[in-house]
């Protein structure tokens, strides 16, 4: 009796290892994210989904700075800009998603940092927006700049790098403040509002864009003082380059159309252009969409559908807009910017 | 094994095997599960790049957190941050706990008076409080109740007390020089008096003389007192009175905004549910003890507190101590208005390090610690009460 119970235990024990073998070894052929995006023909983003002029909600549908550049994506690699899924995220879900495979691409205002970039497995996709960490307080108050705030309380959300900023910045200027962290930024503009926080922090666009939605946004200042350098990019999973490298490029094609002058409207007039750098990025000539493993008008797509760069940002954040952001940093080199995108060859 | 009994019974209908193989069959199945998904979680791991370990936790945390009770600068490790997030969800549980069942005890007797109206708001509190989502709750306390305070510079000053929207602070003991004596005095006296006390009712008991058991164990205990104070020669402590200093409070001791939205809602919700348990207990006792002890003349407090609450308490510990647990776990949802406990200290040195797996399992080890311990502390009370019953 005792002996057939043994040979059932370790047939059971033999077969429980099996199975294990074979799930492990099934995980080392799953297929790039690249391809399931083609397979799925619908591109996974996660946005902010709350932070006007970067991506909110407008009629039902997410519209914004870096809507647009998912979009963009979408349309190189699907040729269609609408087949995007968008998920919002908080400041705390958005790198589990990523890790997780929840999403494909991460476009919501994401500071890129060494630690996130290696430790976290992450792959930035270059810089969307040149940003830097503002400060607001209210207008009454005497605060001028970030030396006067000495013994008040100061909210700022919680995993962001805004977070870590305010605290090497006080301890740099020898200020004694008291920090209060809130997981959503309504709960934060709330204790502002009711006085019971003296400041709120995070990247001054991000303060343009929340004062904009204010009720008495009059009473509220922007201190001149930028905390930080906080570029902003698109952000992918780290172990595999197919996607990094698109949406690198994806990026590069943008800002690359607006330094020669290609708009949405009038790209189709480039296509029979004879300078082979045109000819090269639109795809009429080279095969650039080939090694990129997409189609080879990837970038025509994407300024076809959504424009250039200075197109998205003009429709979102610039001088038609509640926002009027100046192009500052966020411009082409040739204008005194940072843009600059390496050559499509 | 015998060969006449070989050909009885197939070992697949023995009762004494089937036990066996079921309990066998189980664990496999649970290593299978378990294995496949650990080694799923590996694997993805391992696409990422990342390395499994608990070595983040020395390095730099490199934020601030608001409010702590230990000592913590932004140049500490994350473990130090994980304590401090550990101290707080500590102190936010104890005082809830304390205060929940103070109010809950009453709400819950309140349930049971002879007074209409007392009974009446004590069943609407019980409804509206236990009827509703725990969240929602906390941010009614910290938008609607907390925050509207007057600001910090129109403050409400109630003697030592301010109160504002920036947090409500109080006086604080300050230790002097004969703090510890007078704390080493005042438990042995504490003890004494105690002991005193159970001899002379005993004496009482045995001779039926009255020894005013009562009278002699206060004056043992201010009798050692009065000793503490002939030694140390100064007071056990001295109150440290807050002020306000330009837009913060200074000195004493201050309640934040986010601890006492925290702290309300966690009272007023577990209360109700106390409360009902308490209201149970008490139905519990059979209604023959109660005619007795008026049979005997007892008066309705005297009824209630020697009488129908010390059989109703063994009733009521067991359930007490799931909720004592369910407000140490609601405490997590503390995030929400900004008060820095344990989860919300993961939460952000998750973002930094990336380390789910590792984050989610410390939080899950430190609540089931404190589970664990409140579990034992209830059950040490549990025991003792159950020993009353014959």
Known sequence: MKKSILVLLSVF???????????????????????????????NAGINGELPGFSYLDDGDYVGFDVDF???????????????EYSPLTASERFTALQTGAIDLLSRNTTWTTSRDVDLGLNFGGVTFYDGQGMMVRADSDVNTLTDMNGMIIA??????????????MAKLGVSYQPQTFDNQEAAIAALEAGSVDAFTTDKSGLVSRLSTMADSDQYKILDDTMSKEPLGPVVAGGDDKMADLTRWVLNALIQAEELGITSENVDSFLSSDDPVIQRLLGTDGNLGEQLEVSSDFAYQAIKQVGNYGEIFERHLGEGTVFNLDRGLNDLYTNGGLLYSPPFR | MKNEKSTATPFWRDTRVIPILLQILFVVIVVIVGTFLFTNAMTGLDRLGIKFGFDFLSNTAFFDIGEKEIEYTPKDSYFRAYLVGIVNT??????????????????????????????????????????TPLLVQIFIWYLAVILQFPKIEEEMNLGPFFISNRGTALPWFDATSGSLLWIIFSIVGLIAAVVIRSRLINKQIETGKITHPGLWSIAVFIGTLLLALLITRSAPFTLDYPSINGRLYEGGYTLTTGFQAMLLALVVYTSTYIAEIVRGGIQAVSKGQVEASKALGLKNSTTMSKVIFPQAIRIIIPPVTSQYLNLIKNSSLAMAVGFPELVYVSQTVLNQTGRAIENITLVILVYLTLSVITSIIMNIFNKKFQLVER
């Open chain 1, 156 to 169: 700022v959300e919680t995993g962001t790098t805004t977070e870590l900023n305010l605290a090497d910045q």
């Open chain 1, 70 to 84: 998912a979009k963009a994506v979408a349309a190189a690699i699907l040729g269609d800009a609408n087949a995007v």
């Open chain 2, 90 to 131: 500590i102190k936010v549980g104890i005082a809830g706990i304390i205060l929940a069942s103070i109010v809950g005890v009453l709400v819950g007797i309140s349930r049971l008076s002879n007074n209409w109206l007392v009974r009446k708001v004590s069943t609407i509190y019980v409804e509206i409080f236990r009827n």
């Open chain 1, 13 to 43: 024990l033999l077969a429980s290892i099996a199975l294990v073998g074979c799930s492990s070894s099934e995980e080392s052929t799953e297929s790039s994210v690249l391809d399931q995006i083609k397979d799925r023909g619908v591109l």
